[in-house]
C-alpha cells in the first residue's frame, strides 16, 4: 500500500509564507501526477497545484505567481511554497498522488490527511 503524509502547515499572517511537503511512500514504482488540493469548511475542494513526472504544472488561478510547486522524483516527495498568503488561502491543504504501484503500469490515486494552513488578516 502506499501512504502520503504531509507537513509544513501551520499559522502565519497575512503576507507570510509556509512551505508545505509531502513525502510518498510504500509500494511505488513512479508518481505520475502529483501535487496538491485544499478544502475550506464548507467549501468544495479544489486544485491548488500538480506537476506531471515529466515537470507540467497546473496552478488554480488564484495561486499564480505566489505558489510554487516543486518535486523531487526520485525521492517521491513534493513541495509547495506559498508566499504572499492571504487569509483566503485558509484550508486544510492535503497532497495528492497518481501512484503507479506496478513496473508495468498499474495505477491508483492516493491522498494525504491533510495540513492546516490559517491566515490571519
Known amino acids: 500500500q502506499v501512504q502520503l503524509v504531509e507537513s509544513g502547515g501551520g499559522l502565519v499572517q497575512a503576507g507570510g509564507s509556509l512551505r508545505l511537503s509531502c513525502a510518498a511512500s510504500?509500494?511505488?514504482?513512479?508518481?505520475?501526477?502529483m501535487g496538491w488540493y485544499r478544502q475550506a469548511p464548507g467549501k468544495e475542494r479544489e486544485l491548488v497545484a500538480v506537476?506531471?513526472?515529466?515537470?507540467?504544472?497546473n496552478y488554480a488561478d488564484s495561486v499564480k505567481g505566489r505558489f510554487t510547486i516543486s518535486r523531487d522524483h526520485g525521492k517521491n516527495m513534493v513541495y509547495l511554497q506559498m508566499n504572499s498568503l492571504k487569509p483566503e488561502d485558509t484550508a486544510v491543504y492535503s497532497c495528492?498522488?497518481?501512484?503507479?504501484?506496478?513496473?508495468?503500469?498499474?495505477?491508483?490515486?492516493?491522498w494525504g490527511q491533510g495540513t492546516q494552513v490559517t491566515v490571519s488578516s
Open positions: 510504500g509500494n511505488i514504482f513512479g508518481i505520475n501526477g
Open positions: 506537476m506531471t513526472n515529466g515537470g507540467r504544472t
Open positions: 495528492y498522488a497518481d501512484v503507479r504501484y506496478t513496473y508495468w503500469g498499474n495505477t491508483k490515486d492516493y
